[in-house]
Each structure stands twice: as C-alpha cells, then as structure tokens.
C-alpha cells in the first residue's frame, strides 16, 4: 500500500487512542500488581509446584500429558523455565498475560490505521477490547496463559487474513506457519482456528499461483506444505487422547444453544440476571450483519474473494469455539459459560467483527459502523471493570487468608479443604495437602519460614444423631436435605475447649454442582450461632465417595451445627470427632 501523509487531524486522533492504549495498559499492570495472588492457584498445584518441589521430573510424557480436555506444551515450555528462575513467583504468568494483550493491542491499532489509511476515535476500542478488568481470570489466575495466547495467535491468524488479498511471499508463508503450527499447543480453543487458517492459506497460495504477479512454484509449493501439516498437528493433537470424567456434553439442545449465546455475550459484559438475557442478541446480530457484509463483497467484487473467504472461516471457526465451550461446560449450570477466561477467548470475535466494517462497510458508514460497534462494547464496559475488581479482590483476599494459615502452620489438610473451590479446583484437596508441606521443605518462600503443622491427640467421638434438624429428616448416620437451608445440630456431652472438629462424610446431591457445606460453633449461655463469627464454609464434591474435613476451632463449646449444602441433599456422617489437645 502507498504511503498515505498523515493529515494534522489524524495526529490528535492518534494521540488520543495510544493514550488510551497506555491508560488501559498501566491500569491492567496496576491491577496485577495490586491483586494477583502470591499463592499458587488453579493448575499451578498440578503443573507448576510439582516441579518446583521436585515431585514431578519435567520429561516429554509430563510435557505432552493432557490438562483437563487440553494439551499444553507450548504453554508449559514457557512456564516452567520462568517460575523456576524465579523461584515460585507464580504472579509472573499474569504479567506475561498483561504484556502479551497490550502488545497485540498495539499492533492492532496500527494495523487498522495502516488498512484505513489514517486513525479515527473509534480505534481505542481495540485496547478497550484487550485491556480491559474483565479479563479478571487472565490477570489474577492460573494457569491462563493457554488462554492468553491462543487468543493472541488467533488474533494474529486473523490479522493476517484481513491484511492481504493473497499470499504471495515466503516471509508471509513463514509467518503464517507460525502462528497455525504454535497454536494446537496452547490447547483445544485454538484446534478450529487452525483448520481454518489453514483452509485460507491453501486457498491463498494457489490464488497467488495463478495471478500474473507471482508463479513461484517453490512459493505455492511450501504455503501448501504449511497448511498440510498444520491440519496433521490438529490430528495428532487427539494422539491418545482421553475424555474427562466428568466433562460431558449439554443435556440438551436448548441448553447448548444457550451456553453458546452465554458465551458470546460474555464479550461484552459479565454474568447478570438482568443483563444476559436482554443483551444475548447483540452478538448473533452482529455477526449477522457481518456476515452478510462479507457475502455482498464476495459476489461483488472478485479480487477481494480469498480474503473474505478467509475472514468468513474466521468467524466461523471462532463460532465454532464458542459452541465447544457451551458442548463441554454448559451442563454445570447456568453460569458456566459466562466466566470470563471465555470472553477473553472469544475476543477475537469482536475485533473481527471491527476489522470487517473497517474494511469493508460503505461508505456511508465506513466510521459510523466501528463507532456503533465501539459504543456496544464502552456500555458494558463498566460492568466488566466492576465485575473484574469483585474477581481480583477476592482472589487477593483468598490468597492472602490462605498465606496467613500457611505461616500460622495450621494442619495442611485444613488448608487444602478450606481454599478448595476458592483457589483451586475441589478434586486438587489431596494434592495441595501433599505439596504445602514439600514447598516449605524446598526452601519456596514463603512457605520456608513456617512452622511444621500442629498434631491433634486423640479424638472423642460424637454419637452422630442430632439433637435438632431443620428442612432435613434423619435416620440413623444418614440425613436427607428437603429444603433451602437443611441443617442439624449435634450436642457435646459438656462445654469443652475444642482444638479441631474431624468428619468423615459421605454427600450426594441431585445435580454435578459442588455442595456448600458450613459448620457454626457455639457455647450455651455464652454465645450463639452467628452467620459473620464462629464458622467456616467448604466446598465439597458431591460424589459417593467417602471425603474428610478438619475444622479449626479454638474454642469452649458445646454445640455444633452442620448445614450440608443450600438445597436438598443427603449425608452419610461416617465419624464426627473432636479434638481438645
């Protein structure tokens, strides 16, 4: 493309979007630096403190073995090296995320003006996009960088679409199979943005081969080779691939479609019982109209065919991204689909949707089109800046209540039971146990300063019959929840000082959703139950299969109430014991 001269208009409106850029990009640093935990979090247990400790010997097998539905090499290679340079500076990881979405912001900016040939307002969309608190999960959690970059080598994919008619040189093949062959190694989010990139380019190279410009057979000859073994990469990617237990698909249609429909307004603003609904439109619409944008130009105009081709197997592939999440996640209820990773996913969505009406829409609308598209998504960005505090400032609270048990050296199957679901996955309980003590025996601040876990003596039994139920009935060892809020209450023989409470338990429910199991502590005469003092919630996996929780105490008492979960339910109490000393 000519160069264009920068008119004197064009240089304030630069000036304003790359403010915009930087305000966004220190915003989103400031916010890692203020809430990204200090403690392991999410995977880091499985993948990240294992070798830190030297539980786990970082091989081929342990590189290629799946993560949940994914496998990571790509994201473990880049991983490993930084957490052990930095010897267990696990918020690393959410710097990273920060650099990697301000750099593709970046070069986005300067890619839509070079294709327009000048800047226009509507351009600080694309940090708005990339930058913004929503992306709370990416910032302030772990293990996201496979998120992360997916998202930026798909971007990249689908900037390279928009930026050319064809493919004619080497360097543009080069970096093409780049970007097609790094991304199956991020995870599954990537696998159809792959077959699709790969589809355009083939398509790219043969359409260059026949123009009069270029007839490099070596040029034609390599862009298909590319494409081959980028579509071999997908194949190889479900190698002795293994379904989850657990992760299973929608129950039924309606329920697919509306994870799907979740997932793409998750876009533009977080979860609300107000707002998804009325705003699960905008997306499809948008897309709609894009589509149709694409069609029109397509029939119209043959030199733009391949790149529209290109951009349609685009947003198709990204569509059909947000239809796997929605097929794997939709069936753990309602707001399973709406957490905010996946609108960091889909991204690309919205900056494709932008691209297209930057290049494409008439004239007319040519700057009313991505103004309209920039004016969606500045009204939600309010709710994502707010639900994106609320996320990081629990995960900070979390974090450092969780370093405060740590130095304390309380018991660490307590720890492990009492931040499950919190800062980590529930079935990671036995894992955390094994490893706290392991990080501390390495020498990982800071874990090496506290003291060895407390030890209980023997326990004193309790009869598990309660003295009182609520919304429960009770036969024997075994309770059945009926209503909202079922409870029972135990009695001890006589107030007694009360180090720990053990219990071995048994709790099913009828659907997969974690139990919230909460226990409240209280001395006749002296005190009572209180919802804000004297209690602890867990989270709990409804399995049949027999868990076990400690709760710490400290205190006279000479009651107990158990509340199973905050619906109908039923528990088997195996063993309820204290202990004094």
Same mark, same amino acid.
């Given at each position: 493309?000519?160069? #264009?001269?920068?008119?004197? @208009?064009?240089?304030?409106?630069?000036?304003?979007?790359?403010?915009?850029?930087?305000?966004?990009?220190?915003?989103?640093? =400031?916010?890692?630096?203020? $809430?990204?935990?200090?403690? %392991?979090?999410?995977?880091?247990?499985?993948?990240?403190?294992?070798?830190?400790?030297?539980?786990? @010997?970082?091989?081929?097998?342990?590189?290629?073995?799946?993560?949940?539905?994914?496998?990571?090499?790509?994201?473990?290679?880049?991983?490993?090296? &930084?957490?052990? &340079?930095?010897?267990?500076?696990?918020?690393? !990881?959410?710097?990273?995320?920060?650099? &990697?979405?301000?750099?593709?912001?970046? +070069?986005?900016?300067?890619?839509?003006?070079?294709?327009?040939?000048?800047?226009?307002?509507?351009?600080?969309?694309?940090?708005?996009?990339?930058?913004? &608190?929503?992306?709370?999960?990416?910032?302030?959690?772990?293990?996201?960088?496979?998120?992360?970059?997916? +998202?930026?080598?798909?971007?990249?994919?689908?900037?390279?679409?928009?930026?050319?008619?064809?493919?004619?040189?080497?360097?543009? #093949?080069?970096? =093409? /199979?780049?970007?097609?062959?790094?991304?199956?190694?991020?995870?599954?989010?990537?696998?159809?943005?792959?077959?699709?990139?790969?589809?355009?380019?083939?398509?790219?190279?043969?359409?260059?081969?026949?123009?009069?410009?270029?007839?490099?057979?070596?040029?034609?000859?390599?862009?298909?080779?590319?494409?081959?073994?980028?579509?071999?990469?997908?194949?190889?990617?479900?190698?002795?691939?293994?379904?989850?237990?657990?992760?299973?698909?929608?129950?039924?249609?309606?329920?697919? *479609?509306?994870?799907?429909?979740?997932?793409?307004?998750? *876009?533009?603003?977080?979860? @609300?019982?107000? =707002?998804?609904?009325?705003?699960?439109?905008?997306?499809? $619409?948008? $897309?709609?109209?894009? *589509?149709?944008?694409?069609?029109?130009?397509?029939?119209?105009?043959?030199?733009?065919?391949?790149?529209?081709?290109?951009?349609?197997?685009?947003?198709?592939?990204?569509?059909?991204?947000?239809?796997? *999440?929605?097929?794997?996640? =939709?069936?753990?209820?309602?707001?399973?689909?709406?957490?905010?990773?996946?609108?960091?996913?889909?991204?690309? #969505?919205? $900056?494709?949707?932008?691209?297209?009406?930057?290049?494409?829409?008439?004239?007319?609308?040519?700057?009313?089109?991505?103004?309209?598209?920039?004016?969606?998504?500045?009204?939600?960005?309010?709710?994502?800046?707010?639900?994106?505090?609320?996320? /990081?400032?629990?995960?900070?609270?979390?974090?450092?209540?969780?370093?405060?048990?740590?130095?304390?050296?309380?018991?660490?199957?307590?720890?492990?039971?009492?931040?499950?679901?919190?800062?980590?996955?529930?079935?990671?309980?036995?894992?955390?146990?094994?490893?706290?003590?392991?990080?501390?025996?390495?020498?990982?601040? %800071?874990?090496?300063?506290?003291?060895?876990?407390?030890?209980?003596?023997?326990?004193?039994?309790?009869?598990?019959?309660?003295?009182?139920?609520?919304?429960?009935?009770?036969?024997?060892?075994?309770?059945?929840?009926?209503?909202?809020?079922?409870?029972? #209450?135990?009695?001890?023989?006589?107030?007694?000082?009360?180090?720990?409470?053990?219990?071995?338990?048994?709790?099913?429910?009828?659907?997969?959703?974690?139990?919230?199991?909460?226990?409240?502590?209280?001395?006749?005469?002296?005190?009572?139950?209180?919802?804000?003092?004297?209690?602890?919630?867990?989270?709990?996996?409804?399995?049949?299969?027999?868990?076990?929780?400690?709760?710490?105490?400290?205190?006279?008492?000479?009651?107990?109430?158990?509340?199973?979960?905050?619906?109908?339910?039923?528990? !088997?109490?195996?063993?309820?014991?204290?202990?004094?000393?």
């Amino acid at each position: 493309m000519n160069h #264009i001269p920068i008119p004197v @208009s064009d240089r304030s409106v630069c000036i304003f979007v790359w403010s915009a850029w930087a305000c966004l990009f220190l915003a989103a640093m =400031a916010f890692v630096i203020r $809430l990204s935990p200090e403690a %392991p979090c999410c995977d880091d247990w499985a993948l990240l403190v294992p070798v830190l400790t030297g539980d786990q @010997s970082v091989n081929a097998q342990f590189i290629w073995a799946q993560d949940n539905e994914h496998r990571v090499p790509l994201i473990k290679a880049i991983l490993i090296p &930084l957490v052990l &340079l930095t010897n267990g500076e696990f918020q690393v !990881e959410n710097y990273l995320n920060v650099a &990697l979405m301000g750099l593709t912001a970046a +070069m986005l900016i300067r890619l839509a003006r070079r294709l327009r040939g000048r800047a226009i307002y509507a351009d600080a969309f694309i940090p708005m996009a990339l930058l913004h &608190l929503g992306h709370a999960e990416i910032f302030t959690f772990r293990l996201t960088l496979n998120h992360t970059l997916a +998202m930026v080598l798909t971007t990249a994919i689908g900037g390279l679409i928009v930026s050319r008619r064809e493919v004619r040189t080497m360097r543009e #093949i080069v970096y =093409a /199979g780049l970007i097609l062959w790094s991304l199956p190694w991020c995870g599954a989010n990537g696998l159809p943005v792959v077959l699709a990139g790969a589809a355009w380019l083939a398509i790219a190279v043969l359409a260059s081969a026949r123009s009069k410009e270029t007839r490099s057979r070596a040029t034609l000859m390599v862009g298909l080779a590319v494409a081959i073994v980028a579509v071999l990469l997908v194949l190889l990617y479900f190698a002795g691939y293994q379904s989850v237990a657990g992760h299973t698909e929608p129950a039924d249609l309606k329920m697919f *479609i509306s994870g799907t429909l979740q997932c793409l307004t998750r *876009i533009l603003v977080p979860y @609300s019982k107000f =707002a998804w609904p009325w705003v699960s439109w905008l997306i499809p $619409l948008l $897309l709609f109209a894009t *589509i149709g944008l694409l069609l029109v130009v397509g029939f119209r105009f043959s030199q733009e065919r391949v790149r529209v081709l290109g951009l349609l197997l685009f947003l198709g592939a990204m569509i059909v991204v947000a239809m796997g *999440i929605s097929y794997g996640r =939709a069936i753990f209820g309602v707001e399973a689909c709406m957490v905010s990773r996946y609108g960091t996913i889909l991204t690309p #969505i919205l $900056l494709g949707i932008y691209a297209v009406w930057c290049l494409y829409g008439p004239v007319s609308v040519r700057e009313t089109a991505p103004m309209i598209v920039f004016t969606v998504f500045a009204l939600g960005f309010g709710l994502q800046t707010q639900q994106g505090l609320v996320v /990081g400032t629990v995960n900070q609270e979390s974090s450092q209540s969780f370093l405060r048990d740590v130095r304390a050296g309380t018991q660490a199957d307590y720890v492990a039971s009492r931040y499950a679901g919190v800062l980590y996955p529930l079935n990671m309980v036995d894992l955390v146990c094994k490893q706290l003590p392991k990080l501390r025996d390495a020498g990982i601040d %800071p874990y090496m300063h506290h003291p060895k876990e407390t030890q209980f003596g023997d326990g004193m039994e309790l009869a598990p019959t309660p003295i009182e139920v609520a919304q429960m009935t009770w036969d024997g060892k075994i309770g059945e929840g009926v209503g909202t809020d079922p409870y029972a #209450i135990f009695r001890l023989d006589q107030p007694r000082f009360v180090r720990a409470l053990r219990i071995r338990f048994v709790l099913t429910k009828g659907v997969q959703a974690p139990a919230s199991m909460q226990f409240f502590w209280m001395c006749t005469g002296v005190n009572q139950f209180h919802p804000n003092e004297r209690n602890v919630r867990f989270a709990v996996l409804p399995i049949e299969r027999e868990q076990t929780r400690i709760i710490l105490i400290d205190d006279t008492i000479d009651q107990i109430r158990l509340d199973p979960d905050d619906g109908p339910c039923r528990i !088997e109490i195996r063993e309820l014991a204290v202990f004094e000393k």
